[in-house]
Each structure stands twice: as structure tokens, then as C-alpha cells.
């Protein structure tokens, strides 16, 4: 089955980048898009942007132009975004997830979540 | 960028209600409209798909409707287990969006 393994907690000091991980596994890595979303604790979710790995191809929000990279290494199946110049406003829990079978709108696996928090 | 405006913030229900959620469109987009459930410290769980499409092993007591740019999520009969927090989420346009979300809580 479709498996997102993603990277464990981060605590990092402002002005740093951190590069966060997601593996996966049970689906054909390379011709599937990526997203990730970011969540501030007791807040709702917002959507960074997605890459397609069969080209490395990206979209991204606006907002986070300048604040997130992302890449894909299709050798591991692994999907990373780094994070860069970073704030304590960064600080909030980072998935990756991919689309439904059903529905390439719809987001059906999801990794289990990174936190990552900014202070010195 | 598409905004969702979500309603209500917060409900509590009993197990004999019928609970409604409500996410209005600040434009058209297609039934490009998903419903998730979140429970503390977890990932997002999809719920419903394409504004009417009931996901794989989630029971039949969620459905989804459309009026208009308003999507509702229901809940009929709810049960303890569905007590958390809910977003629409809107993938017509770039950048996709999420409503607020609501939490629910099923006494």
C-alpha cells in the first residue's frame, strides 16, 4: 500500500534552512505529483506547492516563494523540501501527501507529519 | 485566490443529530472540493472527494452535497469516533485553499 514516511522533528535557530524528508513507498514514485502543506498548531492548513518527479517540475504559493524548495530524488523515491532563511513564524508541522487514485484534486496519503521549530 | 469561508467554527452534537458543515466558494470551482477529517497530532484523513464521492473505507454516515458555491458535509448518526476537526479543501486553482475548519465535538 501507498506509504509516506517523512523525517523526524527538527529544532533549528532563526536564519537557518533545514531540508525535510518524504519517502515512499507502494506506487510509482516517478510519474506522481507531490504536495506539501504546512500547519501551525490550533491553525488551518495551507498548501507550500507540488512537484511532479518524472520531471522535477514545480508549482508553488505564492507565499512561499523564496521560503521552500522543492525537489524529488527518483533513485529513492524520496521527496525533500528545504526550508531557508528561517523565522519563528516557520515553526508548524510540515506534511507531504499525494492525490487519490480516484481523483488527482483529492489528497488520500498523507506522511505523518514534521515538526519543526525555530528558536535560538 | 479562492477563498472558503467555513461554518461553523465549532458544534458539539449527540449521537442522534445530523450534523452539517458548511464551506462557501468565493468563486466557482467545478466540485474541485474535498472534505477532511484531522484528530489531534494526525495527518489530514480524506473524507470526500470531488464535492459528492465518498473515499474508500469511510463510512457511509459522511455524504457530500453542492448549492450553488456552497459545499456541505454531513454527518448522519455521528459517532463518538467522529469527534475532530474538519476542512474543505478547494483544488479548482493554484494555490489551493482550506477552509478555517471546524471542531466537532459528538457527546
Known amino acids: 500500500q501507498v506509504k509516506l514516511q517523512q523525517s523526524g522533528a527538527e529544532l533549528v535557530k532563526p536564519g537557518a534552512s533545514v531540508k525535510l524528508s518524504c519517502k515512499t513507498s507502494g506506487y510509482t514514485f516517478s510519474t506522481s505529483y507531490m504536495s506539501w502543506f504546512k500547519q501551525i498548531p490550533g491553525q488551518s492548513i495551507e498548501w507550500i506547492g507540488m512537484i511532479y518527479a518524472g520531471d522535477g517540475g514545480t508549482g508553488y504559493n505564492q507565499k512561499f516563494k523564496g521560503k521552500a524548495t522543492l525537489t524529488v530524488d527518483t533513485s529513492s523515491s524520496t521527496a525533500y523540501m528545504d526550508l531557508s532563511s528561517l523565522t519563528t513564524e516557520d515553526s508548524a508541522v510540515y506534511f507531504c501527501a499525494r492525490s487519490y487514485y480516484y481523483s488527482s484534486s483529492a489528497f488520500a496519503y498523507w506522511g505523518q507529519g514534521t515538526l519543526v521549530t525555530v528558536s535560538s | 485566490d479562492i477563498q472558503m469561508t467555513q461554518s461553523p467554527a465549532s458544534l458539539s452534537a449527540s449521537l442522534e443529530e445530523i450534523v452539517t458543515i458548511t464551506c462557501k466558494a468565493s468563486q466557482g470551482i467545478d466540485d474541485y472540493l474535498s472534505w477532511y477529517q484531522q484528530k489531534p497530532g494526525k495527518s489530514p484523513q480524506l473524507l470526500i472527494y470531488?464535492?459528492?464521492s465518498l473515499a474508500d473505507g469511510v463510512p457511509s454516515r459522511f455524504s457530500g452535497s453542492r448549492s450553488g458555491t456552497q459545499y456541505s458535509l454531513k454527518i448522519s448518526r455521528p459517532q463518538v469516533d467522529d469527534s475532530g476537526i474538519y476542512y474543505c479543501?478547494?483544488?479548482?486553482?493554484?494555490?489551493?485553499?482550506f477552509g478555517s475548519g471546524t471542531k466537532l465535538e459528538i457527546k
Open positions: 470531488d464535492a459528492t
Open positions: 479543501l478547494q483544488s479548482y486553482s493554484t494555490p489551493l485553499t
